[in-house]
């Protein structure tokens, strides 16, 4: 019972990371139908910015005060960071490609990942070593219940994705903006004709993706402190599942990436407490091959009939 | 257009002629670089039949190649064992040890394309990016499996007592497969090459590479003048895939390479997916020129080595941005404009 439950947290725990990343890939599949290879790199940037402002304000010193307030606010710079970072990648290397073979836009996503992996290693940004992300939160256990320990940090990262999540929810579904959004995934020259600005909402679009991404990445950092350097391959795989997870859910929709999410990290970590530790990976990929088999678009996905 | 088997013909004697002259004049390093782009050529041209003919997306090229490495590297391994006592190389060009590697790398061709087809099935169902996901998702399997494979068996007792399945999964984990004797060299990779080329040039000037190149440009409208679109992309998956099994033959048997899945994972499948689409999708010739030029570049790079990752990735933003068809597009390099007019 007690692994059970302990099995069941981390799940929430891990599979609301997971959530976050996936809405920035299915917000952008819905709209431009490409997978953005370098959202997972966005991600890790988010969690490397947190570590260099963490460690910049003075948490990698043995007798830091561990505060809230800091905490919260490494949280928005760096959302609001990537977002920028976000916002130039679309401008730069996307919209140039708007109207090119969907195969281009693959390949110049793959080339933005790999620029900013290798970017990021260059030792004026972040190095070739992994570092240890300092504890900006007082790890406290609030409590147990049935034998399983509530740690403070578990609550406080579920707590701000899902928060998050239900703000973008409401972002998309119950305002203007939103509506936008939804248009232009939709149909983009229809939603053109009816005064819908295309450009910009893709471009928020991609500000909202990264800077949630960004979110994953501080809350990653807090949980996991030990950073990989940015072009290890670990960072890719969590990159890929994630967007497993968005596919699974149904790739377009919102809410079915947060389902995917939640239940990727729930198919993972129990596979791995019941099954076998070494395999976790063959879960997340097996579980796709059989979604994509069973229902190509994905558990909340409509089937499009295709018009000849 | 390439017909009769004068190409093979040719081919065979140029990969006589580079293995006896290249070794004493060039020296090692040379060596070792044509034989990288030998390799990275078959690789090229064989992802071009699904990537550039038939307009499919696979980004798991690297796992059927990892599947022929190591069926490969099991079959000259432990073979050499059973019959020789040791994995050392038996010394002469096409002696007993050469026939045990070649028959090793068809065999690693063999099981790839069966993993082809299997790959392959779903794509019945499945249309673009879902595709590429399923590839990419084998290779990932592929690649946890294979790290999950017990130690490689080191002595010659051991080998004969165990029976075939622990050989067969005595792969060495995630350390790789060491000890595999250096087989691969210039007259075996480009006689692969001759082979490789000579496919993809008869296929995409016949009338299945036509249909192949039908579905690529529209699959409703190909499937309504009557071509079997299902068949001919499992057809295309299986033909690509088991090239690049004889590609992880050859890579697993060269000298300074190391079989481990790592090594062989997306990394690997996105430079060989970058090759063709640099190239331009489905044409061969230009795939043969991405392959020499990419496996060129990082070499002629080494010298500011810190840069290198950051100026090929923006390299090839800009080419898809500049030049999004790649360097030939479609076309073969005998049929560019300006050859032409010459020639007329």
């Known amino acids: 019972m007690t692994k059970f439950l302990q099995t069941l947290m981390d799940g929430v725990a891990v599979g609301s990371l997971y959530a976050l990343i996936a809405l920035g890939y299915t917000m952008v599949y819905g709209i431009l139908q490409f997978i953005n290879f370098a959202h997972s790199d966005v991600f890790v940037l988010g969690a490397w910015i947190s570590y260099t402002l963490a460690v910049g304000l003075g948490y990698a010193a043995a007798d830091a005060e561990p505060s809230v307030l800091a905490a919260v606010g490494i949280l928005l710079a760096a959302m609001a960071a990537c977002g920028a970072a976000g916002f130039t990648i679309e401008r730069l290397a996307y919209r140039p490609l708007r109207r090119a073979p969907r195969l281009n836009v693959l390949i110049t996503a793959i080339g933005v990942s790999l620029l900013l992996q290798n970017v990021g290693q260059l030792k004026w940004f972040f190095g070739t070593q992994p570092q240890r992300m300092p504890s900006v939160l007082a790890d406290r256990v609030l409590g147990s219940v049935a034998g399983v320990q509530v740690h403070l940090v578990d609550l406080i990262g579920a707590g701000t994705a899902l928060a998050l999540m239900l703000v973008l929810d409401r972002l998309i579904f119950h305002t203007r903006l939103g509506r936008a959004m939804r248009a232009v995934s939709h149909d983009t020259t229809v939603a053109a004709l009816m005064g819908i600005n295309v450009d910009a909402v893709i471009s928020f679009t991609f500000v909202l993706g990264s800077s949630l991404a960004a979110a994953a990445g501080f809350l990653y950092a807090m949980k996991y402190p030990g950073l990989n350097q940015p072009a290890h391959a670990t960072w890719v795989l969590l990159g890929l599942k994630a967007f497993v997870a968005a596919v699974i859910g149904g790739i377009g929709n919102v809410r079915g990436a947060m389902l995917g999410g939640i239940l990727i990290g729930f198919i993972e970590l129990f596979g791995a407490a019941y099954l076998s530790p070494h395999l976790r990976d063959i879960y997340v990929f097996s579980i796709l091959i059989l979604v994509l088999l069973v229902r190509p678009s994905g558990i909340l996905g409509r089937a499009v009939a295709e018009k000849v | 257009m390439i017909k009769g088997l004068a190409p093979l013909a040719a081919g065979l004697a140029l990969a006589v002629a580079m293995q006896l ?179 993809a040039l008869r296929l995409k000037f016949s009338s299945l590479g036509r249909a192949f190149l039908s579905i690529r440009e529209n699959e409703i409208a190909a499937e309504a003048v009557g071509v079997n679109t299902t068949r001919l992309k499992v057809r295309a998956f299986v033909l690509a895939a088991a090239f690049a099994g004889i590609a992880g033959g050859l890579f697993a048997h060269e000298v300074g390479t190391s079989l481990n899945p790592r090594e062989l994972g997306f990394q690997k499948s996105f430079d060989i997916v970058i090759m063709v689409v640099l190239g331009g999708m489905g044409s061969v010739s230009g795939a043969v020129l991405a392959a020499i030029v990419l496996t060129l570049l990082p070499e002629a790079l080494r010298g500011f080595s810190e840069f290198r990752m950051p100026i090929y990735a923006l390299a090839l933003i800009l080419m898809m941005i500049l030049r999004p068809q790649g360097i030939l597009g479609l076309r073969e390099v005998w049929e560019l404009p300006w050859l032409r007019r010459r020639r007329s």
Request: aromatic share 12%; with cysteine; hydrophobic share 50%.
């Open chain 2, 21 to 199: 002259s290249a070794g004493p004049i060039i020296g090692p390093f040379a060596v070792k670089l044509l034989m990288d782009i030998g390799i990275n050529v078959i690789l090229a041209v064989s992802l071009n039949i699904v990537n550039g003919f038939t307009g499919q997306f696979s980004i798991g090229h690297a796992g059927f190649m990892a599947v022929g490495g190591y069926v490969a590297g099991c079959f000259t391994y432990y073979g050499s064992y059973l019959i020789w006592g040791a994995p050392r190389v038996q010394a002469g060009w096409l002696s007993g040890g050469d026939l045990l590697f070649v028959g090793g790398c068809l065999a690693g061709a063999a099981v790839a394309g069966a993993a082809g087809f299997v790959v392959g099935l779903p794509s019945l169902r499945l249309r673009g990016d879902y595709l590429a996901i399923v590839t990419l998702g084998f290779g990932e399997i592929l690649r946890v499996m294979l790290q999950r494979t017990g130690d490689v068996v080191t002595s010659a007792e051991e080998v004969r007592a165990a029976s075939w399945p622990t050989l067969a999964t005595s792969l060495g984990g995630s350390l790789g497969f060491s000890g595999l004797p250096y087989y691969t060299d210039l007259f075996w990779v480009y006689v692969f090459v001759a082979v490789t080329l000579l496919v």
